[in-house]
């Protein structure tokens, strides 16, 4: 079965401040990885998705890498912003031909002015 | 274009009580998803549907029933509601498959 952890579930910055937000799954054939954000009583904004065949995707200051042969995918958030604080996911499909998404239960991240 | 929409935005409901959850997209998307969101589990898929009169079901599909009335529109329902489905419900779509899915703001469920 596959399971998605993202550490830490918590982070707090301050603002202009480059970062990291770290998304890992147990099964490794998986066909694309999104990056969805929430914020608070939202629904999801999809922000990135990668499909298998690619190791980055970039929108604006965010870039998201994958690798899927150790199981793991990165968001990387350039100068930070107040903006940004929300809480950021990652899913992916749930196994081969699933139409099921696997999600993380997210990283809560606070951007300090 | 409003994307993917959601009625009602908040519900309360005695224990036992039915409602039906509306969900409609306007992207002429393929496929459509419920999902339940509650603290510490994460999003939970209920039921999807990959087209236009077909439905399955996904981790958590007990307690509940959906309908795909058409291409747009994809509801829920609850037939006899329970304390433990008190929850936030999200309704999905995406064009095929497991491409982006696009997320309608959420309904808010009480269950008493």
């Known amino acids: 079965k596959q399971e998605v952890t993202q550490i830490p579930a918590a982070l707090s910055v301050p603002e202009g401040e480059n970062l990291v937000l770290n998304c890992s799954f147990t099964?490794?054939?998986?066909?694309?990885l999104q990056w969805f954000r929430q914020d608070p009583g939202k629904g999801l904004t999809s922000l990135l998705l990668i499909q298998s065949s690619q190791r980055e995707q970039t929108s604006g200051r965010l870039n998201a890498s994958l690798d899927k042969s150790s199981g793991r995918s990165t968001l990387y958030i350039a100068a930070s912003q107040p903006g940004d604080s929300a809480t950021y996911l990652c899913?992916?499909?749930?196994?081969?031909?699933?139409?099921?998404?696997?999600f993380g239960k997210g990283t809560k991240l606070s951007v300090i002015p | 274009n409003a994307g993917v929409t959601q009625t009602p935005k908040f519900q309360v409901l005695k224990t036992g009580q039915s409602m039906t959850l509306q969900c409609a997209q306007d992207?002429?998307?393929?496929?459509m998803y419920w999902y339940r969101q509650d603290p510490g589990m994460g999003l939970r898929l209920i039921y999807y549907?990959?087209?236009?009169?077909?439905?399955d079901k996904g981790e958590v599909p007990n307690g509940y029933n959906v309908s795909r009335l058409n291409k747009r529109e994809f509801s829920l329902r609850l037939e006899s509601a329970a304390p433990s489905q008190t929850s936030v419900y999200f309704c999905a779509s995406s064009d095929r498959g497991l491409l982006t899915q696009y997320f309608g703001p959420g309904t808010r469920l009480l269950v008493l």
């Open positions: 549907s990959a087209s236009e009169g077909t439905t």
């Open positions: 992207m002429n998307h393929n496929s």
């Open positions: 099964d490794s054939a998986i066909y694309n």
């Open positions: 899913a992916v499909p749930a196994g081969a031909g699933s139409y099921q998404l696997t």
